[in-house]
């Protein structure tokens, strides 16, 4: 084998698996005997080293190598030239130190934004940052298309990150719960993946006793199947859009009943009195009670009258999911849910109160003993460079360097940037309205991109580095649980493939920053100092890590036993408010905030609001357009990751991504099970296979992120990506966010043959 294992323990965010491997490639993939309810992405594992997506050597695009000209129209049309690693490293080095003296690093775009590995050093986002840190700094970019709004708006009103441990665990809603209502349901195959790793998978054995314990849980959304079918539910289907007008009618039959918690909303917040104004219509004249709230959704004005009164007098936690908040307006959801829970007077009391994202990365799956410590990483270096962007606003930078925008109560400008580097992501996945983004990508003088396969990213790229995945390499890996682990090297790199680290190092001796860059550590040795890094840290908190061979020996090391139980940031400020005050300006959850206030965004103002959407089924747009699209995650891959492997190839319909739809839709357009329809707006169109059900309410339509763009000539994906059809428009001033859930379509059947997929195919190459 020459140096890498047979049966490696490979840890990836979607959980451990046995990787056998030769010197052709992967043999055998197996799941971690350790966990009982695996992940099924596991088995694409096998198509690691599939030749028709993996690039095999550094190449750059002909037509950018000939002219130097800076245009990129021919961007994903022109061959590739293979060159040597010599000859792109000296490439890339040039490029950079030309705009760097001709412009500065102010134009120089750092967009590493994946999730390329789970490992603590094979980490592309810290390894790409460094390097740039490390010349001079680059132009960042601020929260996630994951979470934008509620990392923005939540620590405005509870002072708290949304990544903080905010919510019960489920641990402890078994042991003191009663009730759940859960916005956007708890979508059971998104607990496949969690940041950093994950040996074992618990939300299967902890949420199937949910019925055993007569725990009841309210699913409000369009989707049945968003809470799994081992889990007892009541399905409550909403229109996409409408939660913060269904918690209005909700909040208001509390105020007008004398059902809210006054001595918690007194001792515990600031803001209640305008809030109340605003719901029952004191402060407009609009009362926003049951019956407005029924007349924008469809439901009847008595259910949610009912379900305001089951919330009260019992242990009730809400949940909200991170698909209300990708959507215009996207902070209102989050805000009026906690303001909602807040009027029940629970939060901060065990299985109470609320929670953010459940049912998404492994929230609330480990318990009440959380680690106490830091893992270590690699330090990515301070950046010189002061200018940023939210996000999801790629776009609009490139589009219009030097124009103002709005960020979190701060005015801006957007840089000019002529070169982006991206490592281990793919904008082309996770960015909206791709025909606007095609464009835009158009712009830049030099694309580089390092990534092991042939993403629509790296298609379009002027350079091109392929990097090893993590079959392919050691790494120590930890991530939200109770445990690390050692991920072994289960294969040779395919190819010419190199790790990132060795990439930065040699451009950085290039650069002249080799010794600073590497701190005169090679792989071996930064692995081993990250993980004595962790060793130091769990010291100091009183947990003992084993060294790193034993490490290395026992490969899963789980130190629960050793965490003691730790009470989070809202239950010590629900039993002493004044001794444990919360990080906002009064101490307490602000549910009218005189700092939004003073921003002055009627996009999102100092209290909750109802803010009617351009894109949803109560919208003018919507007798165009009169399907309301959702693009959730994928069952079958990470995002796109893999979506070459067998397991997302599987799913799929006539080689297209699945769009399901209720039975009256697909019958009212003659489409049954296994069509092909074209999914349709002003801003493009895509084909996807058709699948029909009654566990999704009428007039929503389901899309999952991920499949790999492939447009044809006239820029209408083949394939079924979402992307192509969701707005690039912001949830508002204030976070800034994606907007992907705000999207109306129209669906129709698909005559004619159907056109010819490309998305796996390599792009031509030629000889130098």
Not at 268 to 290: K, M, N, P, W
Not at 455 to 471: G, H, M
């Amino acid at each position: 084998m020459d140096g890498y294992a047979r049966g490696a323990l490979v840890g990836t965010h979607w959980g451990h698996f046995r990787v056998s491997a030769d010197a052709s490639g992967i043999r055998d993939v197996q799941p971690y005997e350790g966990d009982d309810n695996p992940s099924r992405y596991g088995s694409s594992l096998a198509d690691g080293f599939d030749a028709s997506v993996r690039i095999p050597q550094p190449m750059v695009r002909k037509a950018w190598l000939e002219t130097r000209d800076g245009s990129g129209r021919s961007r994903g049309e022109g061959p590739f030239v293979p060159v040597s690693w010599d000859a792109a490293l000296d490439l890339v080095a040039a490029e950079l130190e030309r705009v760097r003296k001709t412009h500065g690093n102010g134009a120089i775009f750092g967009g590493s934004y994946g999730w390329a590995s789970a490992g603590r050093f094979h980490h592309a986002q810290s390894q790409i940052h460094r390097f740039l840190n490390g010349i001079g700094g680059y132009v960042s970019s601020r929260n996630s298309y994951s979470a934008a709004a509620a990392e923005v708006i939540v620590p405005h009103v509870l002072g708290l990150s949304p990544y903080g441990v905010i919510e019960p665990s489920y641990e402890e809603i078994l042991d003191h719960g009663s009730l759940m209502v859960a916005f956007g349901g708890v979508c059971p195959h998104n607990n496949q993946v969690v940041p950093g790793g994950v040996p074992h998978h618990h939300d299967r054995a902890l949420l199937s006793q949910f019925r055993a314990r007569g725990i009841e849980l309210i699913n409000v959304g369009p989707m049945r199947q968003d809470v799994p079918d081992y889990m007892d539910q009541c399905w409550m289907p909403v229109r996409p859009g409408s939660d913060v007008a269904l918690m209005m009618g909700i909040a208001h039959e509390l105020i007008t009943n004398d059902l809210c918690d006054l001595p918690f909303l007194t001792t515990h917040t600031v803001g209640f009195e305008d809030l109340a104004a605003y719901i029952t219509g004191q402060s407009d004249g609009c009362v926003r009670d049951a019956d407005w709230a029924a007349g924008l959704f469809g439901i009847g004005a008595d259910r949610i009258r009912a379900l305001a009164r089951k919330m009260v007098g019992r242990r009730t936690v809400i949940a909200l999911s991170l698909s209300m908040q990708r959507a215009e307006y996207g902070e209102q959801p989050y805000f009026m849910g906690i303001a909602l829970a807040a009027m029940l007077g629970q939060i901060g009391l065990p299985g109470g109160g609320v929670g953010l994202s459940w049912g998404n990365n492994g929230r609330g799956l480990y318990g009440t003993r959380r680690i106490n410590f830091s893992w270590g990483k690699l330090p990515q270096g301070r950046n010189p460079v002061p200018d940023f962007i939210p996000v999801a606003r790629i776009a609009d930078m490139l589009e219009n360097p030097g124009a103002p925008f709005d960020y979190d109560g701060g005015r801006y400008a957007y840089p000019d940037i002529r070169l982006i580097y991206w490592a281990g992501g793919n904008p082309y996945h996770h960015h909206q309205d791709l025909g606007r983004f095609e464009r835009a990508w158009e712009r830049p003088e030099t694309i580089i991109v390092q990534d092991s396969v042939w993403t629509a990213s790296a298609r379009r790229a002027d350079i091109v580095l392929p990097a090893t995945t993590f079959l392919e390499r050691e790494d120590v890996v930890c991530g939200m649980g109770q445990s690390v682990s050692f991920s072994a090297q289960a294969a040779a790199p395919y190819a010419q493939a190199r790790d990132d680290f060795a990439i930065f190092s040699d451009l950085a001796r290039r650069m002249g920053t080799f010794d600073a860059f590497t701190e005169g550590r090679d792989t071996a040795q930064w692995i081993r100092h990250i993980y004595q890094q962790s060793r130091d840290n769990a010291a100091a908190a009183g947990i003992q890590l084993p060294d790193f061979e034993t490490l290395r020996a026992l490969e899963v090391v789980d130190v629960t036993d050793q965490l003691p139980r730790s009470p989070h940031p809202l239950e010590r400020f629900h039993d002493d408010p004044e001794g444990a005050p919360l990080g906002t300006p009064s101490g307490k959850i602000e549910l009218s905030s005189d700092r939004l206030a003073a921003f002055g965004y009627d996009d999102c103002p100092r209290h909750p609001v109802w803010l009617e959407r351009k894109e949803w089924l109560g919208a003018p747009l919507a007798y165009r357009f009169p399907l309301h699209l959702l693009s959730p995650q994928p069952q079958n891959r990470l995002h796109s990751q893999f979506d070459f492997g067998r397991a997302s190839r599987e799913a799929k319909i006539r080689g297209r991504e699945v769009l399901t739809l209720s039975t009256a839709d697909a019958a009212a357009r003659g489409l049954a099970d296994g069509d092909i329809a074209r999914v349709f707006n002003d801003r493009g169109e895509t084909l996807a296979g058709v699948r029909v059900t009654d566990d999704l309410m009428p007039g929503v339509a389901q899309l999952p992120t991920g499949a790999w763009y492939d447009p044809d000539e006239e820029g209408i994906d083949r394939h079924g990506n979402p992307n192509v059809l969701c707005p690039d428009r912001p949830t508002s001033r204030l976070a800034m966010g994606p907007t992907a859930q705000s999207c109306l379509v129209e669906v129709e059947k698909h005559t004619g043959p159907l056109p010819e997929m490309r998305a796996f195919t390599p792009p031509r190459l030629i000889d130098e």
